[in-house]
């Protein structure tokens, strides 16, 4: 397991060598890893066992009860020898006592009965426990659509209640973190958030207070729950007690499309659910992949998506400040770069692009000249934080390296070119030019800018709206050498672009065509001429990514 | 008919002249048999408790000898703990006070043979926070052990240290389960802990081995050792041995403690004979036999029970309520439990309503909150017992209250579940008709 | 509740005593000493949380839920005479309840009592009912301060008031 973030737990995570043993689940009989509990081992065999507090990467705790089940073991004989039945598989004695399923571990021969009509009386009592105290705000809070209190009462509820008296009041809406609102009604002190915080963030920050039925979900008074994981705490919450600052009364989660994608943050490149409605971005949520960020992703990384929406979003090609067209604005700059030698013309690209974009540009840069052309991205360092974060916050550095893009070193030599004029053609690629060192002014003096990104760069000549991480496909190579993919979750705003096409068509009105129409075929020629793709597709990429080996990563 | 008692834990407590310091305790034979154990090897003295028969005085009742066996020293590379358990707060019991006041090293010496037998270095005895002067008093006691080097490092010149250090709890009942006691130990709050993994012999203290024993069953080590294990078992019945201090309260002539061997007396001699019957010429009503959490007996009840007989097999026999044996098997033979041998009787005038009320409010207010059944099910207890008696309730509530300790018991992480859903699951059976009599009229004050 | 308390040299040394009860952990001290703040300055302010919690290489959080689960931890002060009352069902049918209002009446304290203590305007007296203290035989029984007392008519009541008084 070469899980990128250290889980407290694994429990639904058997270690290899670890032996199968037969269980008897709801009359089956089937194998499942020794030692593994009771839910996660059910969870195999498509049986969902309702729970709360169980958390697969926390602790254990058993303190919501929900996961009760029937347990039994094999009836032994004198010789403590397991009795068997007529189908020669062992006697189950049964224990009188519901179980809970998250603590039990599975041994061999051991019986589990989890649609009972006893452990469905089970479910049915603790979920009337869990709501005589719950607001029955449903309408206005959060969590509806994705609220596992709606959700089970639905399968295990009774639809009257028979609680008549007043029910516990406790703080509502408490600003506890700069991300984080708690509604402590809501609460079903199930502790995840606690554990989390604890065991995965290492900031014990969250308790409790007060006890009994009165017992509130609590930051010490002057503490914040404001660690870069605090968003993680809303996902994992199983009700709408914790909600996030960003996104609680934006969108209800049923309008949401959810789009497999990866977040662009950083070289860990954590799995994400972009959830989108009519081309807008609502809020990324952590997708597993235990290869990479398990189940979680920073909250830096979380709310990055929101510059994809901010207003100076370049929109149209702009030709010396003024709207245009494609096809003039590719036209004229193609027409102008063939007027500068290899030597004078440079490209700052960036390691934010997909390994698609950063192939067909090297093929553009052969067409400019080749190696002459000077060409590199810009380096982003930060923080590793010893979790998810990376120390490069660029999400693609190793694809910019493989695909020659990245040439450390040349991009000091750009801005000197560009300073004393030895440089006259700048094409920059999703990349701030200020950012990298170059002045205004020393742009200025550049007879051609051309810049394609998000944003308008003033001293560009040329200005080439791309489109963001959450409108394009494509795949990046993480900073562990895995291959990962990008999927399209909105269309670019107006006439932005996937940098993928600008590039085609511009080498294409260099005169050179190279017949590529989608990302795949990209991708296709790619593979064919970089050894470490060698055989893979997008579609062979999937959802969860490839291992590249990290030899021909760096070769 | 004066039933004689068998004091042996009580034996000097009360007695006229009889002084809670060492050289009282010393003069009166104590630490005599300290000297004796830390002579024997370990594996004798846990073979003598075996033998002894003894049972947890705590309320489950597990055999002691069979806990200290599931501890296995030389499988064991982590330390060994042993925490006295003095957190008496069962309501109905107060034996524990009584000892700890009036005897303290009895209790003190009881825990060091305990843990010499069981190679512990380190034990703490858990006090409850409402005793102050009972910490005190332990305190004291063990530095005058320490000083006589009963306690400490090499005692008697044997090579084995031990400490013993007295640790305050601060008001929850919740302590009182082994679990509980060792997370509030560890300083945290008392939420006990799920069993598997977390048995105490096993994933204890610090995640060690850890024995936990009630005070009076540490106190009968001494008295195991003193008369050795076989003649200990003579003492009681079969499967009941030894002693039982029983706490009497409520309404009789004369509350208090009681040691009497196990099974000697019938429930209807203890009230009747033992503490002079009931108050004030009244009737009997009902009787909750041991601890609040124990299920009550009504007036009048008649059990089939399976008793052995003389030649020495089983035959299904009728008792009264009066004729129940004060004995562990009995109790829990006629439906409730013998528990902390705390006895609350109460009269006919009192309502059972109100008195249910009273004891649900206690248990809401404990309820450490940790998991759904208890937390919510407890308070919601207590709010319908307090309608109830205070007639502004239903019939349907009356069947809804039952209902809802049903979904309760057996579904917790510990036996709290049952200690607040036993009351109201046989008080609201026993006494139904009262019960919904009540519930639309208001109880009597 | 902005008042510094003072931590004295003593104080200190008495706490580093106690945390060398528990060698395997020192966060084992947290009841203890949370037992010697109160008793030392009366009740546990977020001082004394902090204070421990830094003592014992915790977070202040970690303190505090325990001051809120223990109901014998106060985050105010009490009265200086602080009367218990045990509620549960023993000294309740001895009599509990009648003891506790007579005794509310005669110190005039308003307040319920039932979560935290009631104090007196001049907060010389304070009550609270708490439960089972444990010697159900000699109801009603009543804590004063540390000092614990049996069988407590509303005459021995008001003995004991003018006693303490």
């Known amino acids: 397991m070469s899980c990128a973030c250290k889980n407290p737990f694994n429990h639904d995570i058997a270690t290899e060598n670890t032996p199968m043993v037969n269980v008897q689940i709801d009359g089956e009989w089937v194998q499942v890893p020794k030692g593994m509990n009771i839910v996660a081992a059910a969870e195999r065999f498509s049986k969902f066992i309702p729970h709360y507090?169980?958390?697969?990467?926390?602790?254990?705790?058993?303190?919501?009860?929900?996961?009760?089940?029937?347990?039994?073991?094999?009836?032994?004989?004198?010789?403590?020898?397991?009795?068997?039945?007529?189908?020669?598989?062992?006697?189950?004695?049964?224990?009188?006592?519901?179980?809970?399923?998250?603590?039990?571990?599975?041994?061999?021969?051991?019986?589990?009965?989890?649609?009972?009509?006893?452990?469905?009386?089970?479910?049915?009592?603790?979920?009337?426990?869990?709501?005589?105290?719950?607001?029955?705000?449903?309408?206005?809070?959060?969590q509806a659509g994705e609220c596992k209190l709606q959700e089970y009462s639905f399968e295990h509820g009774q639809s009257n209640s028979r609680f008549i008296e007043e029910k516990v009041t406790k703080p509502k809406n408490v600003d506890i973190g700069e991300r984080i609102v708690l509604d402590d009604e809501r609460c079903i002190m199930c502790s995840r958030c606690i554990r989390f915080s604890k065991e995965f963030a290492n900031d014990d920050v969250l308790g409790f207070t007060q006890r009994g039925s009165h017992t509130t979900l609590a930051v010490y008074p002057g503490k914040r729950l404001d660690n870069n994981y605090s968003l993680n705490t809303v996902d994992i919450c199983p009700v709408?007690?914790?909600?996030?600052?960003?996104?609680?009364?934006?969108?209800?989660?049923?309008?949401?499309?959810?789009?497999?994608?990866?977040?662009?943050?950083?070289?860990?490149?954590?799995?994400?659910?972009?959830?989108?409605?009519?081309?807008?971005?609502?809020?990324?949520?952590?997708?597993?992949?235990?290869?990479?960020?398990?189940?979680?992703?920073?909250?830096?990384?979380?709310?990055?998506?929101?510059?994809?929406?901010?207003?100076?979003?370049?929109?149209?090609?702009?030709?010396?400040?003024?709207?245009?067209?494609?096809?003039?604005?590719?036209?004229?700059?193609?027409?102008?770069?063939?007027?500068?030698?290899?030597?004078?013309?440079?490209?700052?690209?960036?390691?934010?692009?997909?390994?698609?974009?950063?192939?067909?540009?090297?093929?553009?840069?052969?067409?400019?000249?080749?190696?002459?052309?000077?060409?590199?991205?810009?380096?982003?360092?930060?923080?590793?934080?010893?979790?998810?974060?990376?120390?490069?916050?660029?999400?693609?550095?190793?694809?910019?390296?493989?695909?020659?893009?990245?040439?450390?070193?040349?991009?000091?030599?750009?801005?000197?070119?560009?300073?004393?004029?030895?440089?006259?053609?700048?094409?920059?690629?999703?990349?701030?030019?200020?950012?990298?060192?170059?002045?205004?002014?020393?742009?200025?003096?550049?007879?051609?800018?051309?810049?394609?990104?998000?944003?308008?760069?003033?001293?560009a000549h040329f200005n080439l709206p791309s489109s963001s991480f959450a409108e394009k496909r494509g795949t990046m190579i993480n900073g562990k050498g895995r291959l990962q993919r990008l999927n399209r979750a909105i269309a670019a705003p107006d006439q932005a672009r996937d940098d993928w096409e600008i590039i085609r068509d511009l080498k294409a009105a260099m005169g050179g065509g190279n017949g590529i129409h989608t990302v795949e075929e990209a991708f296709k020629a790619m593979a064919a001429v970089i050894p470490a793709f060698k055989d893979l597709t997008m579609s062979k990429v999937g959802d969860l990514g490839v291992e590249l080996t990290l030899s021909s990563v760096q070769s | 008919m004066a039933i004689a008692e068998t004091?042996?834990?009580?034996?000097?407590?009360?007695?006229?002249?009889?002084?809670?310091?060492?050289?009282?305790?010393?003069?009166?034979?104590?630490?005599?048999?300290?000297?004796?154990?830390?002579?024997?090897?370990?594996?004798?003295?846990?073979?003598?408790?075996?033998?002894?028969?003894?049972?947890?005085?705590?309320?489950?009742?597990?055999?002691?000898?069979?806990?200290?066996?599931?501890?296995?020293?030389?499988?064991?590379?982590?330390?060994?703990?042993?925490i006295c358990n003095a957190d008496e707060s069962e309501p109905g019991t107060f034996k524990d006070r009584q000892i700890i006041h009036k005897d303290p090293h009895q209790l003190i010496e009881g825990m060091i043979i305990s843990c010499f037998a069981n190679n512990v270095k380190l034990a703490y005895l858990y006090i409850r926070g409402e005793f102050p002067e009972g910490a005190k008093i332990l305190e004291r006691a063990c530095d005058e052990a320490r000083q006589k080097n009963l306690l400490g490092k090499n005692i008697l010149g044997t090579g084995y240290d031990l400490e013993i250090y007295i640790h305050r709890g601060a008001g929850a009942y919740i302590c009182g389960e082994e679990t509980g006691l060792i997370e509030s130990l560890e300083g945290k709050r008392a939420y006990p802990r799920i069993k598997p993994p977390y048995f105490p012999a096993v994933l204890g203290l610090y995640m060690c081995p850890t024995i936990v024993n009630n005070v009076e069953t540490l106190c009968n080590v001494i008295h195991i050792l003193q008369m050795g294990g076989a003649n200990f078992a003579k003492l009681g019945k079969p499967n009941n041995t030894g002693t039982r201090v029983l706490c009497v309260s409520g309404d009789v002539v004369k509350p208090g403690y009681y040691e009497f061997e196990v099974g000697?007396?019938?429930?209807?001699?203890?009230?009747?004979?033992?503490?002079?019957?009931?108050?004030?010429?009244?009737?009997?009503?009902?009787?909750?036999?041991?601890?609040?959490?124990?299920?009550?007996?009504?007036?009048?009840?008649?059990?089939?029970?399976?008793?052995?007989?003389?030649?020495?097999?089983?035959?299904?026999?009728?008792?009264?309520?009066?004729?129940?044996?004060?004995?562990?098997?009995?109790?829990?033979?006629?439906?409730?439990?013998?528990?902390?041998?705390?006895?609350?009787?109460?009269?006919?005038?009192?309502?059972?309503?109100?008195?249910?009320?009273n004891i649900s409010e206690f248990y809401a207010h404990e309820s450490c909150g940790q998991c759904t059944p208890c937390r919510e099910g407890s308070l919601w207890m207590k709010k319908i017992t307090s309608r109830i008696r205070d007639g502004k309730a239903s019939v349907e509530d009356v069947g809804v209250l039952k209902n809802v300790a049903d979904n309760i018991a057996g579904r917790t992480i510990c036996a709290f579940g049952e200690a607040c859903s036993w009351p109201v699951q046989s008080f609201v059976t026993k006494f139904k008709e009262e019960f919904e009599t009540v519930a639309g009229n208001g109880a009597k004050k | 509740m902005s008042c510094e308390f003072k931590i004295s040299q003593e104080f200190e040394k008495k706490v580093d005593e106690t945390i060398t009860h528990y060698p395997v952990s020192k966060r084992s001290a947290s009841l203890p000493l949370l037992h010697l703040w109160q008793e030392e300055f009366g009740y546990v302010s977020n001082q004394g949380v902090e204070w421990i919690a830094a003592k014992l290489d915790l977070q202040p959080i970690n303190v505090f839920e325990l001051v809120t689960f223990y109901p014998m931890f106060r985050d105010k002060l009490a009265g200086k005479i602080q009367f218990r009352v045990c509620r549960t069902l023993s000294c309740a049918l001895a009599g509990g309840y009648e003891l506790f209002d007579h005794l509310k009446k005669s110190c005039q304290i308003e307040g319920d009592g039932h979560h935290g203590p009631a104090v007196s305007a001049d907060g010389k007296y304070s009550i609270e009912f708490v439960e089972c203290l444990a010697s159900c035989g000699t109801g009603p029984v009543l804590m004063i301060n540390d000092d614990f007392h049996e069988n407590v008519s509303n005459d021995k009541a008001n003995e004991l008031v003018k006693k303490y008084g």
């Open chain 2, 264 to 357: 000697a007396l019938t429930l209807g001699q203890l009230i009747y004979d033992v503490c002079g019957g009931i108050k004030n010429g009244k009737k009997l009503k009902a009787i909750i036999p041991g601890g609040s959490s124990a299920k009550v007996l009504k007036a009048g009840e008649r059990y089939k029970i399976k008793q052995k007989q003389a030649d020495g097999t089983m035959a299904d026999v009728e008792i009264a309520l009066e004729d129940i044996p004060m004995d562990f098997d009995t109790m829990a033979a006629v439906g409730s439990m013998a528990g902390s041998g705390g006895v609350i009787v109460m009269d006919e005038t009192r309502s059972m309503p109100d008195c249910l009320a």
């Open chain 1, 53 to 142: 507090c169980y958390h697969p990467k926390l602790s254990v705790v058993g303190n919501c009860r929900m996961c009760l089940i029937e347990m039994g073991t094999p009836k032994m004989d004198a010789n403590r020898q397991p009795i068997l039945a007529a189908d020669g598989k062992p006697e189950i004695a049964w224990m009188p006592r519901p179980q809970i399923g998250c603590a039990t571990q599975v041994s061999e021969g051991m019986g589990i009965r989890t649609e009972s009509p006893l452990v469905q009386e089970c479910r049915k009592g603790v979920m009337e426990f869990l709501l005589i105290n719950h607001p029955l705000d449903c309408p206005i809070c959060d």
């Open chain 1, 240 to 459: 709408g007690a914790l909600t996030s600052k960003d996104f609680r009364f934006k969108m209800r989660v049923w309008f949401l499309k959810e789009t497999k994608s990866i977040c662009t943050g950083c070289a860990t490149g954590c799995n994400v659910l972009v959830g989108s409605r009519e081309n807008e971005v609502h809020r990324l949520t952590p997708r597993e992949n235990e290869e990479v960020n398990s189940l979680w992703m920073c909250d830096q990384g979380r709310l990055g998506f929101h510059e994809i929406h901010e207003d100076n979003r370049l929109t149209t090609p702009l030709i010396n400040g003024i709207k245009s067209d494609w096809s003039s604005a590719l036209t004229q700059i193609a027409q102008q770069l063939h007027g500068f030698k290899p030597e004078q013309i440079a490209i700052i690209a960036s390691a934010r692009m997909t390994n698609e974009e950063l192939f067909l540009l090297s093929g553009l840069r052969k067409a400019l000249g080749g190696e002459a052309v000077l060409c590199d991205v810009i380096e982003r360092l930060g923080q590793a934080d010893g979790i998810l974060r990376s120390a490069d916050l660029n999400p693609n550095s190793n694809g910019a390296k493989l695909l020659g893009i990245a040439n450390p070193g040349k991009l000091n030599e750009i801005r000197s070119g560009v300073s004393n004029g030895s440089i006259q053609a700048l094409l920059i690629f999703n990349e701030n030019a200020n950012e990298a060192g170059l002045s205004i002014e020393s742009l200025k003096k550049t007879a051609l800018v051309i810049n394609v990104g998000m944003r308008l760069n003033g001293a």
């Open chain 2, 7 to 82: 004091r042996l834990i009580f034996k000097h407590i009360d007695s006229p002249g009889y002084t809670n310091d060492i050289d009282c305790y010393i003069k009166n034979g104590g630490y005599t048999t300290l000297r004796k154990a830390i002579t024997m090897k370990t594996a004798e003295i846990i073979s003598e408790v075996k033998a002894s028969g003894l049972r947890g005085r705590g309320g489950a009742g597990f055999p002691t000898g069979v806990k200290w066996g599931f501890i296995d020293p030389s499988k064991n590379t982590k330390p060994v703990y042993l």
